[in-house]
């Protein structure tokens, strides 16, 4: 992604290879390292682009090595979304309306499973660790289910971990 090159006199600037995402936006994953003021520059010819286009949200996924380039993008109006281990996802709204960009995930979910043995009987555990370890309260098992985990496989697993029962 060269800066810049001419051809009979004219300066023609690279757009940032993107792709469309579902809703009117663009998704962009850089890749490729390069200068931060060149990033600057294709990213605001980009984005001018883009709203020429009629596009909405943009979407820049950053893997931490590219984390140069992150100053740029924020100096441009980006804003950060969210990371993860290997990358950071920023954001910016082309619109002159009201965002509709989702906010981040910033919760987990909690679990908690009824379950009743042969006779009817409740599963009940008491913590070995947490705020009511060592209290002598009985309860339900709980816990968190796992980032992509399906909820029922989630709650199953736990009752594995708290009381050794797979069957459930």
Same mark, same amino acid.
């Given at each position: 992604m060269?800066?810049?090159?001419?051809?009979?006199?004219?300066? +023609?600037?690279?757009?940032?290879?993107?792709?469309?995402? +579902? !809703?009117?936006?663009?998704?962009?994953?850089m890749?490729?390292?390069?200068?931060?003021?060149?990033?600057?520059?294709? %990213?605001? $010819?980009? @984005?001018?682009?883009?709203?020429?286009?009629g *596009?909405?949200?943009?979407?820049? *996924?950053?893997? @931490?090595? %590219?984390?140069?380039?992150v #100053?740029?993008?924020? *100096?441009?109006?980006?804003? &950060?979304h !969210?990371?993860? /281990? !290997? &990358?950071?996802?920023?954001v &910016?709204? =082309?619109p002159?309306?009201?965002?509709?960009?989702?906010?981040?995930?910033?919760?987990? %979910?909690? =679990?908690?499973a009824?379950v %009743?043995?042969?006779?009817? #009987?409740?599963?009940?555990?008491?913590?070995?660790?947490?705020?009511?370890?060592?209290?002598? =309260?009985?309860? =339900? /098992?709980?816990?968190?289910?796992? #980032?992509? #985990?399906?909820?029922f496989?989630?709650?199953?697993?736990?009752?594995? +971990?708290?009381?050794?029962?797979?069957? $459930?």
């Amino acid at each position: 992604m060269d800066r810049t090159h001419f051809e009979n006199g004219i300066e +023609e600037v690279r757009m940032l290879p993107s792709f469309d995402d +579902e !809703h009117g936006g663009v998704i962009v994953e850089m890749e490729v390292p390069m200068d931060p003021n060149d990033f600057g520059v294709i %990213l605001r $010819c980009s @984005i001018s682009k883009w709203k020429l286009q009629g *596009k909405k949200g943009v979407w820049i *996924k950053l893997p @931490i090595e %590219l984390v140069n380039l992150v #100053e740029a993008a924020v *100096k441009e109006g980006f804003l &950060y979304h !969210h990371a993860e /281990p !290997h &990358y950071l996802m920023l954001v &910016y709204w =082309i619109p002159e309306t009201f965002s509709t960009i989702p906010a981040n995930a910033s919760h987990r %979910l909690r =679990i908690g499973a009824i379950v %009743l043995n042969d006779n009817r #009987e409740l599963v009940v555990v008491q913590e070995k660790q947490g705020s009511f370890r060592g209290t002598g =309260i009985w309860k =339900i /098992p709980t816990g968190i289910v796992e #980032e992509g #985990e399906d909820i029922f496989l989630g709650a199953r697993r736990e009752v594995k +971990e708290e009381t050794g029962v797979s069957n $459930c």
